[in-house]
Antibody, heavy 119, light 110 residues
Framework: QVHLVESGGGVVQPGGSLRLSCTAS????????MNWVRQAPGKGLEWVAV????????YYADSVKGRFTISRDNSMNTVYVQMNSLTAEDTAFYFC????????????WGQGSLVTVSS | QSVLTQPPSVSAAPGQKVTISCSGG????????VSWYQQLPGTAPKLLIY???KRPSDIPDRFSGSKSGTSATLDITGLQTGDEADYYC???????????FGGGSRLTVL
C-alpha cells in the first residue's frame, strides 16, 4: 500500500535552514507529482510547493518563493524541501502529499513533520 | 486569508445532513476540479472527494460532492459522531499556478 514518511523536522533558529525529506513506498514514485502542504498549529492547510514527476516543473506559494526549494530523487523514492531564511511564520507541520499530476488532488498524505522556528 | 471561502463551523444532530460550501473564482474552482479532505483531530488530512464528485473506494456514499460555477459543496448525510472533524476544499489556481485550500470548516455533531 502507499506509504509516505516525512523526516527532518525539528527546532531551528530564525534565519536558519532545514531540509525535510519524504520517502515513498508502495507505488511507482517516478510517475507522480509530489507536493508539500503545511499547517501551522491550530490553523488551516496551506499548500507550499509541487514538483512534477520528472523534477522539471516546480511551483511555489508566494509565502515561500525564493526561500524554499523542492526537489526529488526518483532513484531514492524521495522528495525534499530545502527551507532557508526561516521565520516564526514557517512554524508548522509539513506534510508531503501525492498528486497524479500538477494541479490534481492529493490522494495520499504522510503523517507530517513538525518544524519549529524559535530562538 | 484563504483563496477559497468556507464557513468556519457547521453543526447538525446525529443522523441528519450537513452541507459545507466552498466559494472561489474563475481561475480556481471555475476552471479546475475540486477536492475535499477530512482531518480528524491529531491526524493527517484524508481525501474524501476528488474531481468534484468522485469518491475513493474506501469512502462511504454518505459523503458526496458537487460543483456549480465558482462554488462547490460537500454533503454529509446520516451524520455520526465519528464525522466530527475539520473539512477542507482544495483546487488549483490556473492563473497563480498554485494549489489553494479553503480555510476549513469544523463539523460538530451535536
Amino acid at each position: 500500500q502507499v506509504h509516505l514518511v516525512e523526516s527532518g523536522g525539528g527546532v531551528v533558529q530564525p534565519g536558519g535552514s532545514l531540509r525535510l525529506s519524504c520517502t515513498a513506498s508502495g507505488f511507482m514514485f517516478s510517475s507522480y507529482a509530489m507536493n508539500w502542504v503545511r499547517q501551522a498549529p491550530g490553523k488551516g492547510l496551506e499548500w507550499v510547493a509541487v514538483i512534477s514527476y520528472d523534477g522539471v516543473i516546480k511551483y511555489y506559494a508566494d509565502s515561500v518563493k525564493g526561500r524554499f526549494t523542492i526537489s526529488r530523487d526518483n532513484s531514492m523514492n524521495t522528495v525534499y524541501v530545502q527551507m532557508n531564511s526561516l521565520t516564526a511564520e514557517d512554524t508548522a507541520f509539513y506534510f508531503c502529499a501525492r498528486g497524479h499530476i500538477i494541479g490534481a488532488y492529493f490522494d495520499f498524505w504522510g503523517q507530517g513533520s513538525l518544524v519549529t522556528v524559535s530562538s | 486569508q484563504s483563496v477559497l471561502t468556507q464557513p468556519p463551523s457547521v453543526s447538525a444532530a446525529p443522523g441528519q445532513k450537513v452541507t459545507i460550501s466552498c466559494s472561489g473564482g474563475s481561475s480556481n474552482i471555475g476552471n479546475n476540479y475540486v477536492s475535499w479532505y477530512q482531518q480528524l483531530p491529531g491526524t493527517a488530512p484524508k481525501l474524501l472527494i476528488y474531481d468534484n464528485r468522485k469518491r475513493p473506494s474506501d469512502i462511504p456514499d454518505r459523503f458526496s460532492g458537487s460543483k456549480s460555477g465558482t462554488s462547490a459543496t460537500l454533503d454529509i448525510t446520516g451524520l455520526q459522531t465519528g464525522d466530527e472533524a475539520d473539512y477542507y476544499c482544495g483546487t488549483w489556481d490556473s492563473s497563480l499556478r498554485i494549489g489553494v485550500f479553503g480555510g476549513g470548516s469544523r463539523l460538530t455533531v451535536l
